[in-house]
Every structure is written in structure tokens, then in C-alpha cells.
DNA sequence: TAAGTTCCTTGATCTAGATCAAAAATTATA
DNA sequence: TATAATTTTTGATCTAGATCAAGGAACTTA
């Protein structure tokens, strides 16, 4: 029985994803996820491997179910710039008019679900809201490039580290300053890339990286546990110099 | 009589607009257009006067139908960078979740026409593909995005003047490379902005863009009349210097 | 557990582009 | 048309961050 094959695979696919609560799919009942179901395909990629390539046709979507994705470009002679980092729930696929704008690689391995272009657009004509929903999250893309536009044209090595830092520090989903606590408690995070990709991500070296942690370091704003795990110290006070008031 | 009413502004605000064709009103029929300027509102704004303002409320989009319009965001110690330059048809405003992410400044008198987002709303609900325009619209814009991230993390003071150069030779929408020519005729284009307004576009100082221009024409790449009219004397080797091919 | 990788940190030096300063060109005003 | 104000160019100097070059840690794999 065919209806009975889709909802086990209901089951299977979005009734424990991590990414169902706050990706587009938010928008769907749990209804009608074998519709959504039928258009999509899991796809897995392992740790290194690129499943985006800037400048290819763009005929799919992705939304990350599981793990984490570096989204880049490259200049000829290797130069590259990280233009963000994907978690779990994220739409990719958006910053494409015919062709992707960027590439896409994964951190570690990763599940996503797939959607061709033609299936998003029986979805969307079948959900209206769909459509709705994915301009809303090109709008909250773009309020996130916006910010990225002053750090990588304005702001010193000192500035986009502390504004990289209090970026991690917030929950995945919540991008601006909304839950900003005034009191001075320490946070804990873990940098889950490398320093080649927060320098790249922050348009510097990893030298500079290093050195700037360092100076934090020496400031008292930060402790670091091993190379991953960083403790901040002074979220206020290095909100304040992501901010540009240091 | 009511409609005649409707139809004059209509006759009036968009038989003639400039922006119409490729503007967000292209999906949308003459016929239907009354029922659009019911839900616009015709602005105009004067050299120099701010009407987004970075971080206030979203409730407005916009789209410029005559001038044009500086894109940008403050730190508090006055930085400024700019994202970009629209011109007569751009649509404005979805870089906002609840909040424009930029402010708009225009950079000589303007008129555009204003939607609330309500209004907008409603006519999505009547005319579904312009949901599906307006995520178009986003789409091209993060597209664009992307490319300036590069530009700003990665690319030296000559190659971002050369890419500027370039853009501003290439007709309004065609943002991409799309029209690449393979042979090396002079292109003359007219600056619209000022050195401080490109340098902010760019992320440098005006110092450096003067002194880079002074280079370019030191090596014949460009020849300058004036501010304002530059001719691009070999268009294919400036784009070989945008592209990091220096 | 050791040896080889790879990644990260730290130090020394260099340089692209910023800053500071002033002259030249352009635009505005009277 | 002269003069003042503004904008742009050019020059001299400085510096933040890049580059070059070793050491140390931290993972791999055998």
C-alpha cells in the first residue's frame, strides 16, 4: 500500500529532524509532509565534500538536516572568501539566479533533503505559504549579508573576531541581538572550524586570528580550552567592540 | 466615477514609468495595474534625505522609479559602508526581518512608489507569481551579496576598483557578466556618485580610489574626463584585474 | 606508544593601504 | 566673474595586518 510506504517514510525522515521546528518546513502540517515527502530526497555527503559548485545550474534546493556546512567562493588563484556557515534547519540554494552564487562543502558529514526547483515549485503552488515563507528566509539572509558587508569592508581584525565570537555564542536560529542579556555571566562555546575557515569567513588570516584570540586572551575576554573551546569572559564588553566601541 | 479616477493615476504613475519593465510591476497585467496603485503611494524624496533608516520598524517597500538611491549601514563612530547603488526600477526593503537591515539615502531627487507590507501582502494573495518575483527579486540581490562579500574579504584596492569599473559599464540589470564581449572597444561611463561614496562602496578610502584610478590611467586602462567620465580603454583587461587576474 | 601529519601559535619582517597634510581642480555663491 | 566652499588629487608618513619562518600541540595510523 503506496500511502503507507510515504508516511513510514514521514516517519522516518521528518518526524525526528532536527531541522523540522525552524526550517521551511515549519510551514507544512505534519499532514501534509508525504507531499513534501514525495518531492524531496535524502542525501548524505561526507566530511570534505562539496555538493554545491559555484557557478553550476541551479536546479536544487537544500534544507541541512543534520551536521554543518561551510558556504564559500573561491577567487582563480584560491583565494576565498567563507560567506557563512550553515547548521542544522538551514535553506540552501537561495543565492542562485540561474546558477549558484557560491559552493557548498561539508564540515562534517551531513544528511540533507533535496528538492528540485520544479518540486519546490509544485510545493509552493499546492502551499501558498511556502512561498511566502522562502521569501521571508531570502530576507533574513540578506539582513545577515548586510551585517557581513560591514564587518569584511569595516571593521578591524579586533572587531570581526569579537563580533565572530558573539555570533557563536547565540542560539543557531536567533541571528541579530534579540536575547541580549545585560548581565556579565560567562559563556561557553565551541568553534566548530577550523582557523583556516574563520579566517577565511572573516576576510583575514589565520595568523591574525591566532594572534587577536591571543590578545583576548591577555584582555581577560576570553579563556580557551584547548583550540575549540572558548569560554567569554566578557560577552558585554566584547559586544561592545563588535559594535565598533572598543 | 470611481474607476476613470483609478485608471488616470494609473495613465499617470505607470504608463510611463521608467522602472515598469523591469521592475516587480512586470508580472503584473496593464489591466490589473489599478488595483497596484490602489496599494501604492507615489514619493518623492530630495538629494540627499534619508527615508529607510537602519534598524527602524519594516512596515514599507519601495520601488524607485525615478533617481537613484544609496544603500548603506553606520557604525556608531560614523564608518560608513555602503551595499550598494539602486537605480530606477529596484525594488527596496527586503533586507528586513522586522527591521530594515540598511538605510537608504537618495542621492539626487527621487521619486518612488511605497507598498506597506500589508499591501504587498494583499496583493501576493491576488497575484500569486509575485511572491514568486519578489523571491526572485531576493535571490538576485543575495546573488549580488555574495559577490561583494568576496570583493570586501578578499580582493586588493585595485581589483575591487577594477570589478566597479565594470559593473558600472554593464547595463543596469544585467548584473553578471552576461554580455561579455570579446573584443576591446572603449566603453564610457559616468560616474553617479562621489569618490567618498565609492571608496564607502568599496571599503577603502578616497585616497586610495583616486590614487588606483591615477594608476589605471597611468597604464592606459582608463582615461578620465573631468570627475565624472571615465573611459575604459581595454574592458577586458580591467574585468581579468576584477577577477583577481591582475 | 611512537612517528608522521596536520593544525595552531608565536616571532620577525614587510607592505598595501590608511592616515595626515596640502595643493589643485571643481562647483557653488555672491 | 571673482571668491568662497567643496571635492579631488597628490605627496609624505605610518601602521594594521599580511607574509615568511619556526616551534608546539593535537590528531592519525600503524
Known amino acids: 500500500m503506496v500511502t503507507s510506504i510515504t508516511s513510514d517514510a514521514v516517519r522516518e525522515r521528518c518526524a525526528h529532524c ?3 521546528s525552524h526550517s521551511i518546513c515549519n510551514v507544512i502540517d505534519d499532514d501534509d509532509l508525504p507531499i513534501l515527502v514525495a518531492e524531496s530526497a535524502r542525501v548524505q555527503v561526507a566530511k570534505g565534500r562539496a555538493f554545491i559548485e559555484e557557478g553550476a545550474p541551479a536546479h536544487e ?3 541541512l538536516t543534520e551536521g554543518r556546512v561551510k558556504l564559500f567562493n573561491l577567487l582563480p588563484d584560491g583565494r576565498r572568501q567563507i560567506a557563512g556557515f550553515a547548521d542544522c534547519g538551514d535553506f540552501l540554494g537561495l543565492a542562485a539566479v540561474d546558477h549558484y552564487a557560491f559552493s557548498a562543502e561539508a564540515i562534517c558529514d551531513v544528511t540533507l533533503c533535496r528538492f528540485s526547483h ?6 509552493t ?3 501558498p505559504h511556502l512561498e511566502h515563507r522562502l521569501r521571508d528566509e531570502a530576507s533574513r539572509e540578506l539582513t545577515i549579508m548586510q551585517r557581513r558587508l560591514v564587518l569584511l569592508g569595516r571593521k ?3 572587531e ?3 563580533t565572530f565570537l558573539i555570533e557563536q555564542s547565540l542560539p543557531p536560529c536567533c541571528t ?3 536575547l ?3 548581565e556579565e555571566k560567562p559563556i561557553k562555546i565551541k568553534l566548530l572550524m577550523s582557523r583556516t575557515d574563520i579566517a577565511d569567513y572573516l576576510g583575514m588570516t589565520i595568523e591574525t586570528v591566532s594572534r587577536t584570540l591571543g590578545v583576548f586572551k591577555k584582555e581577560k575576554l576570553i579563556t580557551v580550552q584547548g583550540v575549540t573551546a572558548v569560554t567569554l569572559l566578557a560577552p558585554q564588553r566584547l559586544r561592545a567592540i563588535a559594535e565598533g566601541n572598543g
Open 61 to 63: 534546493f537544500y534544507v
Open 160 to 162: 570581526r573576531l569579537a
Open 156 to 158: 578591524t581584525a579586533r
Open 18 to 20: 532536527p531541522g523540522r
Open 125 to 127: 503552488q499546492r502551499f
Open 180 to 182: 541580549l542579556e545585560k
Open 118 to 123: 520544479s518540486g519546490i515549485e509544485r510545493l
Open 176 to 178: 541579530a541581538s534579540d
